[in-house]
């Protein structure tokens, strides 16, 4: 019935690690499951090619911890999505992106549902194997031949020799009134060594050590400083053969790539030789009058309100009066910082110079900013003709209107 | 909203007698003859069961309909009280109407699901959801409320009911030729029309499988199944659209259709479940509904949760995320002031909350915790509901009325009326269908 | 090693003849064949010249740059990302078939969730390397990751680009996870019949020393419950994620709700036809019609219609809201799609993807291998061609006139996408070859022989 080989050792006769019996079906696994479990036995297992439906009401296999583990981790998961994005984009480095808040939820629940399945998914596989004491390298039943079909078609019970209830004749009795196909004795494991075997130590060292090495060179990159320059590989056209500004070049005695123009020298089209167009300026004083040149026409009055519109209003207002938008929210928000726009119609600019509004229109003053930048010349003189208008609109009286106009007042 | 299960006893009519005689091994057998009042009983694979409500049904019958009438009555004696015409009041009626058919919906959904794929676990509910499945023509009927304002040109809830309005407004008359009330009125009767029949066809199939055990009952309601399911995804999405979507005709969402399914399907588990807790209450079925049944309904229930979820979410978080405003506005109308508030109960209620409430297995097998966690998601459902439809003219803050509740009772209680008068004289579970001594065997991973 | 002299492992216990030996039996000579059928040599020459064509191309772009293939602004995505779109849609249906079927107790899974699964993970290695090398310096993709680097910066968390770097390798790792633990007992099983040093070590190994033991086994099968339980919502998210690539933004015919729900359909839509499409040769070639059986082609073939079904439902949606909304921009879009610049993709993928799968509705033809395997195939193409639609017609006109432009791809574009696929059935092959194709255990488990017809417990 035994038909495993005794090892020959110093110490004699290996002893008993305990008894497999052989099953055919799952019903007689079951039937025999029960039995043992019912006699009392704790340090027993069966072995079947895969899971039997109700064995482990038959065995009494309590309902394991590992959902709770899971769910443990699936939270950690959670926490962890969480805390990575509010602290990356709303905590170290906030930056606005298209308007949405620094740590914005709908935006963040992707990735937390992610981190959440991921943490519990591999802490499932991870817990099961611990749980199962898995991997197991060595069992004495592997020394067993008919064992093998464990994994194929037969369904085997073992009853360990150390259970408190074990009696090699007892046990064998209550087994063999199970009808096993077969019965057989297993003896402990002496020949297989406990440790694992040095190469595999070594090799795991290795390992270890040698997954450690990109993490110190990494390390190493960001606590040092190099003169060389990085690797690059994929060259594309990243290194060009030129000169750029703030080089070197030792070809000129200043050493520099860069060239100073000549003095007197004037890009083409920036001579702006006239003072009174370029800078409102008539022989020194503010000038009086638009340039000579300037058309006063309609189509230039037009322009100019058009351009007043754009560029004036948002502070000055649509009448000139220093009431716009931006003033109105400024005053809102009444941080005493702001200075209100000048009333553009009141006396002292209807009587300013025109070359002093140029001047105004192009540098700036006070809280305004320079428009020079922004508005052509001609246009910023449109814009003082339209001025001019808005100003005589503005100061009107009776007396500027046509009889018939009045009547209709 | 919760629906009460109580019921006086009443007389229905004359009583069906014992049906077949004794049928092979996996057939239950009927018991020779049936006194009046009495529920019949029946042998199913080795255990005999109580499988007729009898008066029970009767009773509760009176009860549900009592009360359908009286709090619907007062409801509408309320909502003229307003003074606007009904107008209020013709929206907190939708909401309770939208949970309504989504439980009726629902039901019809599930019958034909279980038909399409055959399902064997399902034999022994599914006669209780083709029960509710077939107040389909009292939810057309109830339906008035919100139909004949649309036909006589009335912008009590509908803006684009209003030929004038839709004249004069670019985009509405742009929908004119999907938004009108003639349209409107054919696409209703079509689906009511066509989920009454669906229905009919189930039940009746169901019925007479009941009374002739003919194998070729399953097939023909397995093979119409495919078709059905086509025909009711689209009549569900546009009855969706038609009554709450075009609520605010200026929105559209092309997950409306899909969000309010999930809600439907919430809701048909929900109900299935009480329901049978409630006739098992009553003595019937108490063998043939077992834990397992509980725990699989259970277990579709939190599925859907996650689901409800996932297409709300998704609906939201696309629109928040580009940012555009004639897409936002609907929502911004749903956070702003109380209705922010509601938002998040929404989240936290409608999800996190019953997640983690019907994670357990334990609580799935348990009969006590599953009740009260349908109860709450019915509530959620009602919720939602609430929060889709009324911002529309309680744009501040919810102002939930009396008459809202009322309405929403009434109109469930109908529903619990009509299975209960469909029920009353038959077969609470489908003794001869072939699949039935599977389903009653069946153990749960 | 001292212990094999006791055991001698290399004549394994005899084999018996029933059920369970039947199917080990089965399942275990194709990876223990001296040498696989003819029919794999052929296949596997093309798939590796296909997979040479498909890392010359991939080298070409990386030193070249993204200019050898044919995107061009408006169509910044293109192949790339329908490419991306399709591998990952691929492989959505070997975790459904794993998962979500396990969830709903279809015991026909068993016959082939092994090699769905391992079709899976081939497919998401397919996919992932086109975000891989779309991005102009693949040699940085660490940008993507949050890890402190040199500039002090974080990736950008609000983006759905970021998102799909999550999703895409939380669906690989736990892909691979749920693969591993599910062939740990068919390890066990190749292990146990070894014949030589080298198989019984490999498989050994990987089988983490497995014996069957049943208090092992609840463990395991809760672990695998719960991997299913995890991974269903994980395959709706990660095509929802994909989506969320092109619903986020505000272009007509990208930003739709349905979006998400309807990715998930295609996905498992076109995940199914290349499983059918698979399942047909492998049972053929590899003697497995025992276990794949005519049966199980046809409940696969009538999820193609249901899936097929839903997605045809959210293209109605779709057009339907595009008219409803009033957005003249949306409306033209899809008119557009029909009958603009590409209403050749436009209808090829309405022939494949929604009249082609009607054909199931006959038993006949959903009964029929060749069948299957024909509308699988042209299921698949359609697959493509629907995201191609969506990508490149909607890129291709979008808001500003004047940077409408047509797209042409570059061969360098179609070398790609062909040797994607020749990376993707050397994977497959290669599984088939030394990889336990069918899950032995799960076969045997819903055999009704595994039933014990004992008394109640």
Redesign the interface.
Request: net charge neutral; no cysteine.
């Given at each position: 019935m035994s038909d495993a080989h005794e090892p020959k050792t110093e110490t004699g006769p290996a002893p008993l690690h305990g008894i497999l019996a052989e099953y055919a079906t799952p019903g007689e696994i079951l039937a025999a499951s029960r039995k043992i479990r019912d006699a009392g036995f704790s340090r027993w297992d069966t072995y079947t090619p895969f899971p039997v439906h109700g064995i482990d009401k038959a065995m009494g296999i309590r309902m394991t911890v590992l959902p709770w583990i899971v769910l443990g981790a699936g939270l950690t998961g959670l926490a962890t999505a969480i805390l990575l994005q509010w602290w990356t984009n709303a905590w170290d480095y906030p930056w606005l992106i298209s308007g949405k808040p620094f740590w914005s939820i709908p935006a963040n629940v992707p990735i937390m549902f992610e981190l959440t399945v991921l943490f519990a998914g591999i802490t499932t596989l991870v817990a099961m194997l611990v749980l199962n004491n898995l991997p197991f390298p060595s069992h004495p039943l592997d020394h067993v031949r008919r064992f093998a079909r464990s994994t194929d078609d037969r369904f085997f019970l073992f009853v360990e020799a150390a259970d408190p209830k074990f009696d090699e004749d007892d046990t064998k009795t209550l087994l063999e009134g199970t009808h096993p196909h077969a019965i057989e004795n297993v003896l402990e494991d002496r020949k297989t060594p406990d440790a694992l075997p040095v190469g595999i130590i070594y090799g795991l060292v290795i390992m270890t050590v040698a997954s450690a090495v990109p993490f110190a060179l990494a390390a190493k990159a960001r606590f040092t400083t190099s003169r060389s320059p990085r690797i690059h590989i994929i060259q594309d056209m990243d290194s060009q053969p030129k000169y750029k500004a703030q080089r070197e070049n030792p070809v000129f005695p200043d050493g520099r790539a860069t060239r100073v123009p000549d003095p007197e020298t004037v890009a083409v089209g920036e001579l702006h030789e006239d003072d009174h167009f370029y800078r409102g300026k008539d022989n020194g004083a503010w000038a009086r009058t638009f340039p000579p040149g300037f058309r006063a026409d309609e189509l230039t009055m037009e322009r100019g309100q058009q351009r007043f519109g754009i560029y004036c209003t948002p502070c000055h207002g649509f009448g000139g009066e220093g009431n716009g938008m931006v003033s109105k929210r400024a005053e809102e928000l009444a941080q005493g910082t702001w200075t209100p726009p000048t009333n553009l119609t009141e006396a002292r600019i209807r009587n300013m110079p025109v070359g002093e509004l140029f001047n105004t229109i192009s540098n700036g003053i006070r809280n305004m900013p320079a428009y020079g930048a922004q508005i052509p010349t001609s246009d910023r003189w449109a814009i003082i003709l339209y001025l001019r208008a808005l100003e005589r609109g503005r100061a009107a009286t009776l007396a500027d209107l046509e009889p018939a106009e009045r009547t209709g007042l | 909203m919760a629906t009460a299960k109580k019921g006086p006893t009443k007389k229905t009519g004359s009583a069906k007698k014992g049906g077949s005689e004794a049928t092979p091994d996996s057939q239950p057998k009927q018991s020779a003859s049936v006194p009046d009042d009495a529920a019949a009983k029946v042998e199913i694979a080795g255990f005999s069961d109580k499988i007729r409500l009898g008066n029970e049904g009767g009773a509760l019958f009176a009860k549900a309909a009592g009360l359908a009438v009286i709090a619907l009555g007062a409801s509408a004696a309320l909502g003229a009280t307003q003074g606007d015409g009904f107008r209020r009041w013709s929206h907190g009626y939708l909401v309770g109407y939208a949970v309504a058919l989504a439980i009726t919906a629902g039901s019809l959904f599930w019958v034909i699901l279980q038909n399409l794929v055959n399902a064997r676990?399902s034999v022994a509910v599914r006669r209780m959801g083709e029960l509710f499945a077939a107040n389909m023509p009292l939810l057309g009927v109830l339906s008035l409320p919100l139909v004949l304002p649309v036909m006589m040109g009335s912008p009590l809830i509908y803006e684009w009911a209003d030929k004038a309005k839709v004249a004069s407004d670019h985009?509405l008359h742009?929908?004119s030729g999907?938004l009108n009330a003639n349209f409107f009125l054919i696409r209703m009767l079509f689906y009511f029309g066509f989920w009454t029949v669906l229905a009919r066809f189930y039940l009746g199939s169901s019925r007479r499988q009941d009374e002739t055990g003919g194998p070729e009952i399953v097939p023909s309601m397995n093979r119409i199944s495919?078709p059905a399911m086509?025909v009711f995804?689209?009549t569900l999405?546009f009855c969706a659209v038609d009554l709450i979507m075009s609520v605010d005709a200026r929105w559209?969402?092309?997950?409306?259709?899909?969000y309010f399914f999930a809600s439907c399907v919430l809701c048909v588990h929900a109900t299935l479940i009480l329901a049978l807790m409630w006739v098992q209450k009553k003595g019937r079925l108490a063998k043939s509904i077992t834990a397992e049944h509980y725990h699989d309904l259970g277990k579709m229930m939190f599925a859907f949760v996650?689901f409800w979820a996932?297409?709300g979410?998704?609906?939201?978080?696309?629109?928040?995320?580009?940012?555009?405003p004639?897409e936002t506005a609907w929502f911004k109308l749903r956070f702003a002031g109380g209705w922010g508030n509601v938002a998040w109960t929404l989240v936290f209620g409608h999800f996190v909350i019953p997640f983690f409430g019907l994670?357990s297995r334990h609580i799935k097998r348990s009969r006590t915790a599953l009740a009260f966690w349908c109860f709450y998601i019915l509530a959620m459902v009602y919720i939602d509901m609430y929060w889709l439809v009324l911002p529309s003219i309680d744009a501040d803050a919810p102002n939930v009325q009396a008459m809202d509740i009322l309405a929403a009772l009434g109109l469930l209680s109908a529903l619990v009326a009509g299975a209960a008068r469909e029920a009353g004289k038959k077969n609470l579970i489908p003794t001869k269908d072939p699949r039935l001594s599977q389903s009653l065997a069946f153990e749960n991973? | 090693m001292a212990a094999a002299t006791d055991l001698n492992p290399f004549v394994p216990a005899p084999a018996g003849d029933n059920a369970f030996a039947r199917i080990t039996d089965n399942v275990s000579r194709i990876a223990e064949a001296e040498r696989p059928p003819r029919a794999w040599y052929i296949a596997f020459a093309v798939a590796l010249t296909m997979l040479t064509c498909f890392l010359g191309a991939i080298g070409w772009l990386v030193w070249t740059g993204i200019g050898v293939w044919g995107n061009q602004i408006p169509v910044a995505w293109a192949f790339d990302i329908v490419n991306f779109v399709f591998w990952i849609g691929i492989g959505h249906a070997g975790t459904l078939i794993s998962a979500i079927l396990f969830l709903l107790r279809q015991s026909w899974r068993t016959a082939i969730n092994r090699f769905a699964e391992a079709m899976t993970i081939f497919a998401v290695i397919c996919a992932g390397i086109f975000p891989g090398i779309h991005i102009g310096r693949p040699w940085l993709p660490y940008y993507m990751m949050p890890i402190p680097n040199q500039m002090d910066m974080w990736p950008q968390f609000r983006s759905p680009l970021e998102w799909d770097i999550f999703a895409v390798s939380t669906y690989a790792t736990i892909s691979i996870v749920f693969w591993y633990m599910g062939m740990i007992p068919d390890f066990a099983t190749f292990r146990d019949r070894a014949t030589t040093f080298w198989r019984r070590l490999s498989y050994g190994i990987v089988a983490m020393g497995w014996r069957g033991s049943s208090r092992q086994w609840h463990r395991y099968e809760r672990a695998y419950l719960l991997l299913a339980a995890l991974a269903t919502p994980l395959v709706l998210s990660v095509h929802s994620v994909v989506s969320f690539d092109f619903a986020t933004a505000q272009l007509p015919g990208w930003h739709t709700t349905i979006f998400p729900p309807y990715f998930v359909a295609g996905a498992i839509f076109g995940g199914f036809a290349m499983v059918v499409l698979l399942a047909v040769p492998a049972r053929q070639f590899f003697g497995l019609k025992r276990i794949i059986q005519i049966k199980h082609l046809e409940l696969m073939n009538k999820v193609l219609i249901a899936t097929g079904l839903l997605v045809g439902y959210a293209y109605g949606m779709e057009f339907f809201v595009a008219w409803y909304s009033g957005n003249s921009y949306e409306g033209f879009t899809f008119i557009n799609r029909a009958f603009g610049q590409y209403y050749w993709a436009y209808w090829t993928m309405i022939t494949c993807n929604v009249l082609a799968p009607q054909l199931h509705w006959f038993k006949k033809i959903r009964t029929s291998p060749l069948a299957t395997l024909l509308i699988g195939m042209v299921i698949n193409v359609g697959m493509w061609f629907e995201r191609f639609v969506i990508i490149a017609t909607s890129l291709a006109r979008d808001f500003l006139p004047s940077s409408w432009n047509y797209y042409i791809p570059t061969t360098i574009d179609y070398l790609t996408l062909g040797g994607s696929f020749g990376l993707f059935f050397t994977l497959f092959l290669l599984f088939c070859r030394y990889l336990p194709m069918v899950a032995m255990a799960e076969v045997k488990s819903i055999h009704p022989s595994a039933h014990a017809h004992a008394e109640h417990h």
């Open positions: - | 676990w985009l742009h929908k999907y495919g086509i995804a689209l999405t559209f969402s092309t997950m409306f259709g899909v996650i996932y297409v979410f998704s609906q939201f978080m696309l629109i928040w995320y580009a940012n555009i004639e994670l991973i | -």
